[in-house]
C-alpha cells in the first residue's frame, strides 16, 4: 500500500532560497475552494493604495476566509485568467510599485494569555488555510476537538522533487514548534509529533534541538515511502489506526509543517500569508530552485528566472508530478496554498493492455481495486464504479506509477469519480 519513490530532492533541498518580485503585477485569485468571486466582499476600490498585508476581500458566505496584499502598489479592478484549478477564474490585479511597504495585518497576540476559543477565533480572523496544497481553513479542525488525543505535524513532503517544506522548516524551525504549541493549545492535546521522513537526518536533528524545551512536541521518523505524506497513511504508520471520513474518528488532528510556521508569525508578529516558497524543479527547468514569491506572481516570470525551459516540449505541472495538475500554458499564478510547479520534459509513453498483474491494487493506499474501478468505466458500469469505492480515490498517482502496461490507471478513476458526482447530482 506503498512504495519508495526517487525523490530528486538533491535538485534543490541544499541551495538557497531564491527570493523574487513580479515585473508589474500580482493577480490574486479571488476564490477559496467552492467559494468564487461571488461569494467574497471586496474590501477594496480601483485605484486604491494599498500595502503589504492590506485586506482585500473576505468571504461573505460559507467558511470564513479572508484574502490580503501580497505587495504593496495600486489595484486596479479584476481580471479573469486561468488557475492553477485548471479554471478561468477572477483574480484582484495590484500594480506593484516595488516598494513592499507593509503594514501589520492584525494585531500580535500572546497566545499563552488566551483561551482555546480565543485562539481558534484569531486563526480564522487571520486568515491560515492548510499550506500543504489542500488549503482548508485551519480553524475548523480546531472547532471542537472532542475526543482528539494528538496532532501530527505533516513535513514528510512525500511528492518527488518538492523540497519547500524542508527548506521552510530547515530555516524557520523554531516558529515550526511555536506554532506546535499553538495548535496543541487549541486541539486541548499532551502531545503533538512532528513527523520528517528518515532520509533527512539533518532535518530531523535541527527540529529537535528547537523542541528541546517544548513540552509534549516531539519529532516522529517515518518512511521514505510514497503516498506517506497523505494524512490516511501518516495516521495508519503513527497512531497504528484506521478511520472513515476524517483522521479525528482515530483521536487525531493532521496539520501541514508550513501551516504551523505561519500560524506561529500570524500570533507573535500580525503576518498574513502573503509570501509564499515554492520548488520550482523537474527535468524540463534549466536552474532547479526554491523561490520565495508573493502570492499571486505570474508563473512564467518564475520560470524565467529559473533559467527558462530546458527543451522546446515540457510538461507544466502546479504541483507534484503524482498529484499536480498539468495545464497547457504557464500564465497561471502562485495561489495560498500552491508549494510547486514540477516542469518535465514530455515524453510519449504507449500504453499497452492490461497484464492483470495486480501490482495497482497491492499498491493502493486507499485499498481500493483500480483496475476493476477502470474495467467499471470502460463498461460504464456507474454501480460498479459505486461498489469498488471510486469515490475514496485520492489520485495519488501510485497506481499509474507502478503500472508496467503504463495504463493512466488514475485518470480512469479521477472518471469513474466524475461520472459518480454526476449521477449524485
Not at 471586496?42 to 461573505?60: C, F, I, P, R, Y
Not at 494585531?107 to 500543504?132: H, M
Not at 508550513?258 to 534549466?286: C, D, E, H, L, P
Not at 516570470?301 to 527558462?308: Q, S, V
Amino acid at each position: 500500500m506503498r512504495e519508495h519513490i526517487p525523490g530528486h530532492k538533491e535538485l534543490t533541498e541544499k541551495s538557497e532560497v531564491l527570493h523574487l518580485m513580479p515585473k508589474q503585477n500580482v493577480y490574486i485569485p479571488l476564490v477559496h475552494g467552492r467559494s468564487t468571486d461571488k461569494d467574497f466582499n471586496v474590501l477594496v476600490s480601483e485605484g486604491d493604495a494599498v500595502k503589504v498585508g492590506t485586506k482585500l476581500a473576505e468571504t461573505k458566505a460559507g467558511l470564513y476566509v479572508p484574502i490580503y496584499s501580497s505587495v504593496s502598489g495600486t489595484y486596479k479592478g479584476t481580471e479573469k485568467r486561468m488557475h492553477s484549478s485548471m479554471r478561468p477564474q477572477v483574480h484582484m490585479v495590484i500594480e506593484a510599485d516595488g516598494k513592499q511597504e507593509s503594514i501589520q495585518a492584525f494585531e500580535p497576540q500572546d497566545y499563552t494569555k488566551l483561551s482555546r476559543q480565543e485562539c481558534v477565533d484569531f486563526v480564522q480572523q487571520a486568515g491560515i488555510i492548510g499550506l500543504g496544497g489542500a488549503g482548508f481553513p485551519t480553524y475548523v479542525k480546531y472547532g471542537k476537538p472532542n475526543g482528539v488525543d494528538v496532532v501530527l505535524i505533516n513535513a514528510v513532503e512525500c511528492e518527488p522533487f518538492i523540497t519547500a517544506d524542508y527548506r521552510n522548516v530547515m530555516d524557520d524551525p523554531q516558529d515550526l514548534v511555536t506554532g506546535c504549541l499553538i495548535m496543541k493549545k487549541m486541539a486541548e492535546v499532551d502531545q503533538v509529533y512532528i513527523c520528517i521522513k528518515e532520509s533527512h537526518p539533518d532535518l530531523i536533528e535541527q527540529v529537535k534541538k528547537a523542541c528541546a524545551n517544548a513540552q509534549g512536541v516531539d519529532v516522529r521518523p517515518v518512511p521514505d515511502v510514497y503516498p506517506m505524506g497523505w494524512e490516511r497513511v501518516l495516521v495508519r504508520e503513527v497512531l497504528h489506526k484506521e478511520y472513515g471520513n476524517l483522521p479525528a474518528e482515530a483521536g487525531a488532528i493532521v496539520d501541514n509543517a508550513t501551516t504551523a510556521i505561519a500560524m506561529a508569525q500570524a500570533f507573535t508578529r500580525g503576518q498574513a500569508i502573503t509570501q509564499k516558497t515554492v520548488t520550482i524543479s523537474g527535468n524540463g527547468i534549466k536552474k532547479p530552485s526554491n523561490v520565495s514569491v508573493p502570492v499571486g506572481m505570474p508563473v512564467n516570470e518564475i520560470i524565467e528566472a529559473c533559467g527558462g525551459y530546458s527543451c522546446d516540449s515540457v510538461r507544466v505541472i502546479a504541483g507534484g508530478p503524482m498529484m499536480g495538475k498539468t495545464l497547457i500554458k504557464d500564465e497561471f499564478v502562485i495561489d495560498r496554498a500552491m508549494n510547486a510547479i514540477t516542469v518535465l520534459k514530455h515524453v510519449e509513453d504507449d500504453a499497452i493492455e492490461c497484464l492483470r498483474c495486480g501490482r495497482c491494487s497491492d499498491h493502493c493506499p486507499a485499498g481500493l481495486q483500480p483496475v476493476r474501478i477502470s474495467m467499471a468505466v470502460k463498461a460504464n458500469d456507474v454501480d460498479e464504479m459505486i461498489k469498488r469505492g471510486a469515490s475514496s480515490c485520492i489520485e495519488c498517482g501510485l497506481c499509474t506509477y507502478v503500472c508496467p502496461s503504463h495504463i493512466n490507471v488514475t485518470e480512469n478513476v479521477r472518471k469513474a469519480k466524475r461520472v459518480i458526482a454526476l449521477k449524485k447530482k
